[in-house]
């Protein structure tokens, strides 16, 4: 079985300190995405990676960067934590060779920024 | 670019009733649609897909979804539900990028089964 693994189910952060999101996946993917998601809003991208030290914006960056040094980690870092990046955040990975183009997703964070 | 549009944010349905979800997707090239589901206090999970061949695909748990091209559609169906299908359900589209592929989500649909 695919298992995405995150670091932490709940997470309660300050406004304005450094927050560190870990992502592990077991399944060797090149592809590995961070979403945010909202009542009403449903899942919206952050940014993903596709390989090793790769990355690509996706439709919400802002206050938001990544890290991928290792295949099977993908970091989400929020350098100045504010309220209005309370959320539940959401990992997933996939493989770039399948013809399915499943994404396999991890139990989720949630983060109350106070 | 590709987008799904999810038209009924909540669906409540008595127990052994029929329910139909609604999805609707914009594309211009060939499109891989999906159905995800969120129970409560968990991540999402693939429940169909559809990338070619026979239009009506179904999941193991009894619900199917339809690929009707020229309507743009791909509404998610069961004929009778059950509590434990109360969830949140998810319609995505495949969109391939220059630096790999990705999915894009609609805003959810919450089904509410009710006894």
């Known amino acids: 079985d695919v298992k995405v693994t995150q670091s932490s189910r709940y997470l309660v952060k300050r406004t304005g300190e450094k927050v560190f999101l870990e992502c592990v996946q077991d399944?060797?993917?090149?592809?590995m995405f961070w979403y945010r998601q909202d009542p009403g809003l449903g899942l919206r991208l952050i940014y993903f990676?596709?390989?090793?030290?790769?990355?690509e914006k996706g439709d919400i960056p802002e206050g938001y960067s990544v890290s991928r040094e290792k295949k099977e980690r993908f970091s989400l870092i929020l350098e100045s934590a504010s309220t209005n990046q309370t959320s539940m955040y959401l990992c997933?990975?996939?493989?770039?060779?399948?013809?399915?183009?499943?994404?396999?997703f991890g139990p989720g964070t949630r983060l109350t920024v106070t | 670019a590709q987008s799904v549009t999810q038209l009924d944010s909540q669906v409540p349905v008595f127990e052994e009733a029929p329910v139909e979800l609604r999805c609707n997707y914009s594309?211009?090239?060939?499109?891989?649609l999906f159905w995800y589901v969120q129970y409560p206090n968990q991540g999402l999970q693939l429940l169909l897909k559809?990338?070619?061949?026979?239009?009506l695909v179904e999941s193991i748990n009894g619900f199917e979804a339809e690929f009707n091209k020229s309507q743009t559609s791909f509404h998610l169906r069961k004929p009778s539900v059950h509590i434990s299908d109360t969830a949140e359900y998810f319609c995505?589209?495949?969109?391939?990028?220059?630096?790999?592929?990705?999915?894009?989500f609609g805003t959810g649909t919450q089904l509410k089964v009710e006894l």
């Open positions: 559809y990338l070619s061949g026979s239009t």
């Open positions: 594309s211009s090239v060939s499109v891989y």
């Open positions: 399944m060797d993917h090149e592809n």
């Open positions: 990676s596709y390989d090793v030290k790769m990355k």
């Open positions: 997933a990975s996939s493989s770039r060779t399948a013809s399915s183009y499943e994404q396999y």
């Open positions: 995505a589209v495949h969109v391939l990028t220059g630096g790999g592929n990705k999915l894009t």
